[in-house]
Nanobody, 125 residues
Framework: QVQLVESGGGLVQAGGSLRLSCAAS????????MGWFRQAPGKEREFVAA????????YYADSVKGRFTISRDNAKNTVYLQMNSLKPEDTAVYYC??????????????????WGQGTQVTVSS
């Protein structure tokens, strides 16, 4: 199977930045698109960003457009989420997810096959 491990979360002040990483391991014999989701306490899981296998196509939730950037380094089997101009409403556990065998996946959680354990991002007001 595929294992996904997120890192890079932490506590920052509003307006600050964080860079999340998600390292994938396990041999799948296939490519995979990647996505980031987040879930705040008492809230439903929501889509944040997605990136194609090639890295050439990206898709963002309206709430993070212009502030967050998703990227990937396939040589390192790692996807990143650069988060700038953070707001208190960005506070959540952030999860990365892999869509096996897909060159691209969108914002539906059902599109993804594997999920990481999550990393906490807290933005103080």
């Amino acid at each position: 199977q595929v294992q996904l491990v997120e890192s890079g979360g932490g506590l920052v002040q509003a307006g600050g930045s964080l860079r999340l990483s998600c390292a994938a391991s396990g041999r799948t014999f296939s490519s995979y698109a990647m996505g980031w989701f987040r879930q705040a306490p008492g809230k439903e899981r929501e889509f944040v960003a997605a990136i194609s296998w090639s890295g050439g196509s990206t898709y963002y939730a309206d709430s993070v457009k212009g502030r967050f950037t998703i990227s990937r380094d396939n040589a390192k089997n790692t996807v990143y989420l650069q988060m700038n101009s953070l707001k208190p409403e960005d506070t959540a556990v952030y999860y990365c997810a892999a869509a096996l065998g897909l060159g691209y996946a969108g914002g539906g959680a059902y599109e993804y096959d594997y999920w990481g354990q999550g990393t906490q991002v807290t933005v103080s007001s």
